[in-house]
């Protein structure tokens, strides 16, 4: 199993390999497109990050999270408790879960080392026309390959493909983020889990500026 920062990283590498999104774009070209921007960036700040790490944030902010449903993905988690909160309890969740995937991210894109990362054309996901899923293999000398399938949604309102979940080693990241915040959620409460899940983005955040 790998650390809860390897999986991050794993994310923000395959996010990151997309530029333009649009409804012609399959989710191939998508995935493939990403990190060109990304990278590109990041490559032109490397000597200021050191003295700006807040650079980071920026650049996660400008070119990862607006290809990100972080909406559909924290809806997901929720699970069945989606329909027993509000509205505005579902909006602010979700907003908690983006600002926490948001500063995860930053810290996770500091072990990108060059590692090759190849790709296979999408297939269609059994659970929906709009789902479709990216397999991918990450390698590097000296370590064990590493297989993924990711997971992205079309989103009618943008017309856009977004990525939303990971399977590594055959275990999805959003179900096991969802076993973890539903028993948090029986534990206590939305608004309470809701909180911790902001304060964690928060801690993040202050890590990802020291």
């Not at 479709?132 to 399938?149: G, H, R, Y």
């Amino acid at each position: 199993m790998f650390s809860f920062m390897k999986t991050l990283f794993v994310i923000v590498v395959l996010l990151t390999s997309q530029s333009a999104l649009s409804q012609e774009q399959t989710p191939y070209q998508v995935i493939v497109g990403l990190g060109d921007t990304l990278f590109k960036r990041l490559s032109e700040e490397q000597e200021n990050l050191s003295s700006q790490p807040e650079l980071v944030r920026e650049i996660i902010e400008q070119n990862l999270m607006p290809h990100v449903d972080y909406r559909y993905a924290a809806y997901k988690i929720l699970g069945k408790y989606i329909r027993e909160i509000s509205k505005q309890e579902r909006e602010e969740f979700a907003l908690a879960m983006r600002d926490y995937l948001a500063v995860t991210y930053v810290n996770a894109l500091s072990q990108y080392k060059n590692q090759k990362i190849t790709f296979q054309p999408e297939t269609k996901s059994n659970t929906g026309k709009n789902i479709a899923v990216v397999k991918a293999l990450i390698t590097e000398q000296s370590v064990p390959d590493i297989a993924i399938d990711f997971s992205l949604r079309f989103d009618k309102k943008t017309q856009q493909w977004k990525a939303f979940d990971m399977v590594i080693e055959g275990i999805s990241l959003i179900n096991a983020k969802q076993t973890e915040i539903t028993s948090r959620i029986r534990a206590s409460d939305i608004q309470t889990v809701t909180l911790e899940i902001a304060r964690l983005g928060n801690q993040s955040k202050l890590k990802a500026k020291h």
